[in-house]
């Protein structure tokens, strides 16, 4: 259980196009979904928190109008880098929460997609 | 100071032996905490959480939780090359559901 799957695994684009990436949790409702990016030998940076039905809370930094969040269901969540450009390269990975009895009020689980390696030429 | 700290590594062990990665937190009101995996080009993979003070076992893995301390750590015994993987903690304060705080992670190398 606790699958969470990201589609693309990997795109090329071209400077200036926009590039869509999905995030879905496959076997369960997803209470909050998050969006990571990570470069290479580096540490995962949190770009944004996001709620079914609800506006992304962008972390301090990061352009809420370059990467454009929309969480359309409990299992669904999409990142989209608007006008990427070669410095937008870099590994976006995602998670989902999943609530569990045993940690009830203590916090939630994070379970992570595969991840999408961006390269923008 | 970082909300949660770890040794950046490279933590080096031969085969058969058994690694330890350490894990320091600042805020005393955290509730829960994670151990993930992370392979060199891939995603983390959850190992295993802790909530209560002690020891928690699972298989190989031992989670160590002291809270008056404020750390947290990863037993790995018998440890195999293919544990050879950056090991990132992650720190949740339970009244944000479930926002981590992770650390930078360790890399740990099981050397044959």
């Known amino acids: 259980g606790a699958v969470v799957s990201q589609h693309p695994s990997w795109v090329i684009c071209k400077s200036g196009t926009s590039v869509k990436i999905e995030c879905r949790s496959l076997?369960?409702?997803?209470?909050?979904m998050f969006w990571y990016r990570q470069f290479p030998k580096q540490s995962l940076m949190l770009m944004a928190t996001s709620n079914e039905g609800s506006k992304a809370t962008y972390e301090q930094g990061v352009e809420k109008d370059k990467f454009l969040i929309n969480h359309a269901s409990l299992t669904l969540s999409t990142l989209t880098v608007t006008s990427a450009h070669p410095e937008d390269s870099s590994f976006y990975i995602c998670?989902?929460?999943?609530?569990?009895?045993?940690?009830?009020?203590?916090?939630?689980?994070?379970?992570f997609g595969p991840g999408t390696r961006l390269l923008v030429l | 100071q970082k909300e949660v700290e770890q040794n950046s590594g490279p933590l080096s062990v031969p085969e058969g032996a058994i690694a330890s990665l350490n894990c320091t937190y600042s805020?005393?009101?955290?509730?829960?905490f994670f151990w993930y995996r992370q392979y060199s080009g891939k995603s983390p993979e959850l190992i295993m959480f802790?909530?209560?003070?002690g020891d928690k076992e699972d298989g190989r893995f031992t989670a160590q939780l002291n809270k008056a301390s404020q750390y947290v750590s990863l037993l790995i015994r018998d440890s195999q090359p293919s544990d050879s993987a950056t090991y990132l903690c992650?720190?949740?304060?339970?009244?944000?559901?479930?926002?981590?705080?992770f650390g930078d992670g360790t890399t740990l190398t099981v050397k044959p």
């Open positions: 992650a720190v949740n304060m339970g009244t944000n559901a479930g926002k981590s705080t």
């Open positions: 076997d369960f409702q997803a209470t909050t």
């Open positions: 998670s989902a929460t999943q609530r569990s009895g045993e940690l009830l009020g203590r916090g939630e689980t994070q379970y």
């Open positions: 802790i909530y209560s003070n």
């Open positions: 805020d005393r009101g955290s509730q829960s």
